[in-house]
Structures are given as C-alpha cells and as structure tokens.
C-alpha cells in the first residue's frame, strides 16, 4: 500500500488593514447608535451628540482609508481578507451619504435656523421661551438681515390664507399638530373681534430627534383666516433647509384640511301630497 503524503500550503495571512478598517466601521456605527439612543432617551444635549456624531464619521472616514490600503496590499501580496475590506469601505460610504448630502444643502442654502411666513410681524415663541435651555438659540427673530436670505432662498414661504373661519383654521391647524404627534405646548382658540389664535408646539427631526420650535397664529382676514407659521431650529447657526420644509408641508396640511367640503345636511323629504278620494262609480 501506497501512501502519498500531502503538502501543507501554508494559508496566506489576513491584511491587517483589512481587519482595523471593518474593526474601525463597526466601531464608527456603534458610535452613532449609542449617540442616536442616548438623544432620543434626552439625555445628551444636542451640542455634545453632534460632537459624537463627527468622531463617529471621522473613524468611518479613516475605516475606508484603511480599506483601500487593505486593497492594494491584498492585490500585490496576495492576502486574504477581500471581504473585510469590502465591508468596511460600504460602511464608510453608507455612513458619509447622509453628512455629504447636508454638505451639499449647506452650500447652496442661507445659514438661517428661523423662518417665518410673516418677517415683519413674526409669530411669538411665549410659553416655548420659557422652556429653552441655556445655550440655545434666542427666542427672538433674527431680524432683517434673516428676513433678506428668507425671501432670496424660500420665496414661496407665504401666509396661507383660507376662506374658512379662523377658529376652523385654528381647529384644522391643532388637527394637523395633533396628527403629527408633536408635543403641543400652548394653545389658544380664536375669539370674535378680541383674540388671535395661536398653537405651540415642539417637532423632533427624524433619526436624532433634536427639538425644533412651532408657532402658528391664526388670524381674522377679510374672505376668511390668515394663518401664520414660525418654525425655529434650537441649535445651530443653520438648519439645511429643515424649517422651510416643514411650513410649506404643514401649510398645505392645514390648507387641505380647512379647505374640505363639509357635508351638506340632507333636506328631509317632501310630504307625498295625498290624492282626492274620486266618487264611486254606479
């Protein structure tokens, strides 16, 4: 009996760039959830989550760095761990897709975090004044200069006028809040000739849940209501667009609402006149 002994081929080695870029994404993604859980629970403050938020994408940046390393080693050695390096430049590019499209957003648009369909008469924040914390963005509008890169960036932020009464505009606009499941600070119904309505309520963005503040006022017009809208961001020098974006979404809401047709209430049926009783026949 033969026996043919076998050559052991000596396993290439992983490339240990491949596996500190897949360790540094899955690190760079752990990161961001904690920061994402820990804000939405409340208990991080927006300035410090934002700080998490850029050593996370700092180490998904290097993690793809790592990754192409990882490729030219794997080309010209000859090394395993293709797949490592593969994972971690994808996590990278998933993680840099959303920051790169806000870097886009904030170079075309203004750096303004308050916009409002009256600049010169703004909505007022009054009970959402006293809820701000120390270190957020004054409650007070910013002013002309606000107001010019306003009408340059969003000329269509307008009030919405609507033929029906204000307190239906008011009651279409609480709706609408209530829909959205914002947590509605202050309100105040309308009343014939002596008071405007307003609405107060504080939005949560998506994913991070930062507070954005909402102010609508409702107002007696000449065919119907005026309806005003503020949205201001708490935090931050710019809001990429945020706040227009949501006055014109809740402008049409509010609009559609208060511009249905109510049912007309049905007419109650004639009375079937009864016919003369006609002579019997002999």
């Keep these: 009996m033969l026996y043919v002994?076998?050559?052991?081929?000596?396993?290439?080695?992983?490339?240990k760039l491949a596996i500190?870029?897949?360790r540094l994404a899955l690190f760079a993604i752990a990161v961001v959830l904690l920061v994402i859980v820990i804000v939405n629970l409340g208990f991080l403050d927006p300035v410090p989550a934002i700080a998490s938020l850029a050593g996370s994408l700092f180490f998904a940046f290097v993690a793809m760095v790592l990754a192409f390393g990882a490729f030219v080693v794997i080309w010209r050695q000859g090394s395993r761990g293709l797949r490592l390096a593969v994972a971690a430049l994808a996590i990278g590019v998933a993680m840099l897709a959303y920051p790169a499209f806000l870097a886009v957003r904030f170079y075309r648009l203004p750096a303004v975090n308050d916009i409002t369909t009256d600049p010169v008469d703004p909505p007022r924040f009054e009970a959402i004044a006293r809820l701000r914390p120390r270190g957020a963005n004054p409650v007070a509008y910013p002013g002309p200069a606000a107001m010019q890169l306003q009408r340059t960036a969003y000329p269509d932020i307008e009030p919405l006028m609507v033929s029906a009464t204000p307190l239906e505009a008011y009651e279409a606009a609480l709706a609408v809040i209530t829909k959205r499941k914002w947590r509605i600070v202050d309100v105040r119904a309308p009343q014939t000739g002596r008071r405007e309505g307003r609405i107060e309520a504080v939005a949560r963005t998506p994913i991070m849940g930062f507070r954005d503040d909402i102010v609508v006022r409702v107002r007696a017009a000449e065919d119907g209501a005026r309806v005003d809208i503020r949205s201001a961001s708490r935090y931050g020098l710019h809001d990429f667009g945020a706040n227009a974006s949501r006055i014109r979404s809740l402008s049409?809401?509010?609009?559609?609402?208060?511009?249905?047709?109510?049912?007309?209430?049905?007419?109650?049926?004639?009375?079937?006149?009864?016919?003369?009783?006609?002579?019997?026949?002999r």
Excluded: F, M, N, T
């Design 252 to 281: 049409d809401d509010i609009d559609d609402l208060a511009g249905a047709e109510k049912p007309k209430p049905k007419a109650p049926p004639k009375p079937v006149p009864k016919k003369a009783a006609q002579p019997a026949r």
């Design 5 to 15: 002994a076998r050559r052991r081929v000596a396993a290439e080695p992983v490339s």
């Design 20 to 22: 500190w870029s897949r």
